[in-house]
């Protein structure tokens, strides 16, 4: 009886702590949309609750001041790029350290290698990177932020997609070998079907650092026509601080596609991120 009673109470015990940590991430967005959708006079009033009149036009009236078309493809742009060019590099290269694993020490070289680019600050080379981008001319350019986030992303993304495919019966590709089959067969008929969760996973974190990224946005690129919405809704606060309505309506839409996407695809999302873990 005393287990069964301790048991209940470990139970309450941490659904409290889940509560609590929910309602801390879900009373602020709450709010945030309440704001998004009150008239300008009753914010001072009524800043926490529920409006007493719902204003959509806060929506269309952040969406025109704000070029948020010109903005939405913007980002649009950065996210598909970076995801054509870090995901398929990032698989190719997992692929050769948990499948094709290169003799010697290669492999320990190269997963300190990517060990390195996780944990140094990008803060550290934002000058000198900047610098070589100049005398390149790829500074205020989607390549050159195509290149920067494919870089930075990259070593979380070869890491996740190793852990994934070091579970693959090692038979399918062996039996392949036999029919001739080379890397890249193996590769794109064997491991990417396989694998296609933990490419879905990847392609949505990356897609989302890659949208909400502002570090770099704000360095690299200095033409309005070109910048991605994490810049615009920095300077769009500038520009209408005293209309906070308006700010939460854009944040709103800055936040909305990402949330769309994560929950149409969160049971695919958290098998990838989470099934890596069954085999090392």
Same mark, same amino acid.
């Given at each position: 009886?005393?287990?069964?009673?301790?048991?209940?109470?470990?139970?309450?015990?941490?659904?409290?702590?889940?509560?609590?940590?929910?309602?801390?991430?879900?009373?602020?967005?709450?709010?945030?949309?309440?704001?998004?959708?009150?008239?300008?006079?009753?914010?001072?009033?009524?800043?926490?609750?529920?409006?007493?009149?719902?204003?959509?036009?806060?929506?269309?009236?952040?969406?025109?001041?704000?070029?948020?078309?010109?903005?939405?493809?913007?980002? #649009?742009?950065? +996210?598909?790029? *970076?995801?054509?060019?870090?995901?398929? $590099?990032?698989?190719?290269?997992? @692929?050769?350290? &948990? %499948?094709?694993?290169?003799?010697?020490?290669?492999?320990?070289?190269?997963?300190?290698?990517?060990?390195?680019?996780?944990?140094?600050?990008?803060?550290?080379?934002?000058?000198?990177?900047?610098?070589?981008?100049?005398?390149?001319?790829?500074?205020?350019?989607?390549?050159?932020?195509?290149?920067?986030?494919?870089?930075?992303?990259?070593?979380?993304?070869?890491?996740?997609?190793?852990?994934?495919?070091?579970?693959?019966?090692?038979?399918?590709?062996?039996?392949?070998?036999?029919?001739?089959?080379?890397?890249?067969?193996?590769?794109?008929?064997?491991?990417?079907?396989? #694998?296609?969760? +933990?490419?879905? *996973?990847?392609?949505?974190?990356?897609? $989302?650092?890659?949208?909400?990224? @502002?570090?770099? &946005? %704000?360095?690299?690129?200095?033409?309005?026509?070109?910048?991605?919405?994490?810049?615009?809704?920095?300077?769009?606060?500038?520009?209408?601080?005293?209309?906070?309505?308006?700010?939460?309506?854009?944040?709103?839409?800055?936040?909305?596609?990402m949330a769309i996407l994560?929950?149409?695809?969160?049971?695919?999302?958290i098998s990838g991120l989470?099934?890596?873990?069954?085999?090392?």
């Amino acid at each position: 009886m005393s287990t069964i009673s301790y048991s209940n109470r470990d139970k309450i015990f941490n659904h409290m702590i889940l509560i609590l940590l929910s309602l801390s991430i879900i009373l602020p967005i709450a709010v945030l949309f309440f704001n998004s959708i009150k008239p300008h006079v009753e914010l001072g009033t009524n800043p926490l609750g529920f409006p007493s009149e719902i204003r959509l036009m806060n929506y269309y009236d952040a969406f025109v001041k704000g070029n948020y078309a010109r903005v939405f493809l913007n980002s #649009s742009i950065l +996210v598909l790029g *970076t995801l054509f060019v870090c995901i398929p $590099l990032s698989g190719l290269a997992a @692929f050769s350290l &948990a %499948i094709l694993s290169p003799k010697g020490s290669t492999t320990v070289v190269i997963g300190l290698y990517l060990l390195v680019g996780l944990s140094i600050p990008a803060q550290l080379y934002i000058l000198p990177l900047f610098i070589m981008w100049k005398y390149l001319h790829l500074n205020n350019s989607y390549l050159g932020l195509i290149i920067i986030y494919s870089a930075l992303n990259a070593p979380f993304a070869v890491f996740l997609m190793r852990s994934y495919m070091i579970q693959l019966p090692i038979e399918l590709f062996d039996a392949a070998k036999i029919d001739g089959a080379g890397p890249l067969k193996l590769f794109t008929s064997i491991a990417v079907p396989l #694998s296609w969760p +933990v490419f879905l *996973t990847s392609g949505l974190i990356v897609g $989302l650092a890659v949208w909400n990224e @502002f570090l770099f &946005a %704000i360095t690299f690129i200095y033409d309005d026509s070109i910048k991605p919405m994490a810049t615009i809704l920095f300077s769009f606060s500038n520009r209408f601080r005293n209309d906070y309505t308006l700010i939460s309506a854009a944040a709103i839409m800055m936040a909305l596609p990402m949330a769309i996407l994560f929950i149409l695809f969160q049971k695919r999302f958290i098998s990838g991120l989470t099934s890596g873990g069954l085999k090392q």
